[in-house]
């Protein structure tokens, strides 16, 4: 019985280890933070923007870069812009609402755009603020192009920081990154 939990004790010490080592050795994916920040538009009442801010805050962390740093040098920043704004000929009327959503991924300290994606969207509702607000709730953090403007952001972040790696490993002499928008 004694020889079973000594065994037993030394399979759990050599899993352990290897569980912290392979916790430890982060790749380069996954040491990207990116902070979401609050959408502003004065124009849009109630809590659709929280609502949006929300939605893209879990889009972020179902690609693994979620942060709650304010340092994060990678941001995604949305604007919203109404479109139109019509009521319907229907008895009671209705309010049809489009909006666009641009989301960029951007570097923060050197302010270039890494990566954007456009979100045209349309709702309904008995009055035209709440359509608006419908509209921009109809959002998902699963959306495919949520999806791939993260992707394609983490990618470019990625290659960034091999350039930096590549001239000295300092982020004081900057790399010419023109080459990853071509």
Do not use: C, H
Request: proline share 3%; no cysteine; aromatic share 6%.
């Amino acid at each position: 019985m004694k020889k079973i939990k000594t065994l037993l004790l030394a399979v759990l010490v050599l899993i352990s280890g290897t569980i912290l080592k392979a916790q430890s050795e982060m790749t380069m994916e996954q040491m990207i933070p990116v902070r979401v920040m609050m959408p502003v538009n004065k124009d849009i009442k109630g809590d659709a923007l929280m609502t949006l801010y929300n939605r893209v805050n879990q889009a972020v962390t179902l690609n693994g870069l979620g942060s709650s740093t304010n340092e994060s040098r990678f941001l995604i920043v949305t604007s919203v812009t109404v479109l139109s704004k019509s009521a319907t000929a229907s008895i009671p009327p209705q309010f049809m609402a489009e909006i666009e959503v641009a989301f960029y991924f951007v570097d923060n300290i050197n302010k270039v755009i890494l990566s954007q994606e456009m979100i045209t969207k349309k709702g309904m509702d008995d009055n035209d603020d709440k359509a608006v607000a419908k509209a921009i709730k109809s959002i998902q953090a699963r959306d495919p192009k949520l999806k791939k403007l993260i992707n394609i952001g983490k990618k470019r972040a990625i290659e960034y920081y091999k350039a930096i790696e590549e001239t000295n490993g300092s982020e004081e002499s900057t790399p010419d990154v023109s080459w990853i928008f071509e």
